[in-house]
């Protein structure tokens, strides 16, 4: 095209420096199937990335729960290790407790289980005759005889 232009002018004495396209349209008939390969080609492209991002997004949510999983089981197992060392050491000292003064660590595990059962407000109804009035009624738990219990106007 440039050397046809290039002769022409020529002839008028004219000299062709540069040759260049302004604008090239499609005939009408190819126009639109063109426009839609174009438009397909880009839906592929943009498809096959939003595949791409799906693909990493979902190696990297099932490593972070692998991980969650991990951290979660680590943290479980070392709350059990320390849950059996507390109940060891307890253990132990209720052992040490017990071999020191049998009389009051029965009382004291007594009172762990009236305040474990006893709520605010309940009334627990118990013999007068029970270790536990005796516990109450006298200085030392330890005697044989259950202590008289006082009336009304001695207490």
């Known amino acids: 095209m440039a050397a046809s232009a ?3 002018a020529a002839e008028f004495g004219i000299t062709v420096l540069d040759v260049r396209t302004k604008r090239a349209d499609l005939p009408q008939e190819v126009e639109q199937s063109v426009f839609d390969r174009m438009r397909a080609e880009r839906q592929r492209e943009s498809s096959l990335l939003r595949a791409e991002g799906e693909e990493l997004g979902n190696i ?3 490593q ?3 991980s969650s999983a991990v951290i979660v089981a680590e943290g479980e197992q070392q709350a059990q290790r320390l849950r059996g060392e507390g109940e060891a050491e307890a ?3 209720y052992a040490e ?3 020191q003064d049998l009389e009051f660590y029965a009382f004291t595990r007594r009172l762990q289980a009236y305040d474990t059962i006893l709520k605010s407000g309940d009334r627990l109804v118990i013999p007068a005759d029970t270790d536990f009035f005796r516990y109450l009624l006298t200085s030392s738990g330890a005697s044989d005889e259950l202590a008289p219990i006082p009336d009304a106007s001695e207490r």
Do not use: M, W
């Open 6 to 8: 290039l002769d022409k």
């Open 60 to 62: 990297i949510r099932a």
């Open 64 to 66: 972070a729960d692998r």
């Open 91 to 93: 253990i132990g000292i």
């Open 97 to 99: 407790a017990l071999s």
